[in-house]
Each structure stands twice: as C-alpha cells, then as structure tokens.
Nanobody, 116 residues
Framework: QVQPVESGGGLAQPGGSLRLSCTASERNFDYYAIGWFRQSPGKEREWVGCISSAPSSHYADFVKGRFTISRDDAKTAVYLQMNNLQPDDTGVYYC??????????WGQGTQVTVSS
C-alpha cells in the first residue's frame, strides 16, 4: 500500500482560505474513499470529512458550509478546500484511505495555522 502525501498547509488569516491536497501513487486510488482528519492543539484527532468513489462527500458538522472535498482521479488527488477559516481550524490535517486488505493508511499530515 502507498502512503498518501498531503500538501498545501500554511498560515492563513481568519476568514481566509487554503486548499489542501492529498496525493498517492496508488493504482486503485479511484476505487477508494479518501478522508481527512485533523489534530488540533490540546484536542483529540477529529474526523473532518470524506469523499467516496461515486463521488459523494460527507462532512463533520463543524465544517459544513465552509469546507469542500473534491477528487481528481486522473491526478490521483483529493482536495480539501477550506474557506472562512477560523483559529479553531488550526491543526495538523491528515488524509487517509482504507485499502481492501490491511489497515487504514495515513499520510504524514500538513500543518494549518489560522492566525492574524
């Protein structure tokens, strides 16, 4: 199994936007649902959302209306568009997928900091 790689993190001001990418050189990428978690300082890792192969996307209540997940299977990439970012969105964002065999595969994460 191939570990996905996140990118696109950085510093954003409150109300700003960032787009994270999750890529993997995985032959069956278009078959898998791809999801995102985040780890905020002092908090447990929490699920952000996911996108199926259909594709259809699902989100945690705290990001609905602000975050959008999309995928481009030709590029074996999934994107997390984050708008109207707030300081509480600060954290390390991880993408993952669940291969047919074996356990969940996590990326190494990308840091997002929202601060003025």
């Amino acid at each position: 199994q191939v570990q996905p790689v996140e990118s696109g993190g950085g510093l954003a001001q409150p109300g700003g936007s960032l787009r994270l990418s999750c890529t993997a050189s995985e032959r069956n990428f278009d078959y898998y649902a791809i999801g995102w978690f985040r780890q905020s300082p002092g908090k447990e890792r929490e699920w952000v959302g996911c996108i199926s192969s259909a594709p259809s996307s699902h989100y945690a209540d705290f990001v609905k209306g602000r975050f959008t997940i999309s995928r481009d299977d030709a590029k074996t990439a999934v994107y997390l568009q984050m708008n109207n970012l707030q300081p509480d969105d600060t954290g390390v964002y991880y993408c993952y997928y669940d291969p047919t065999i074996g356990g969940r595969i996590w990326g190494q994460g990308t840091q997002v900091t929202v601060s003025s």
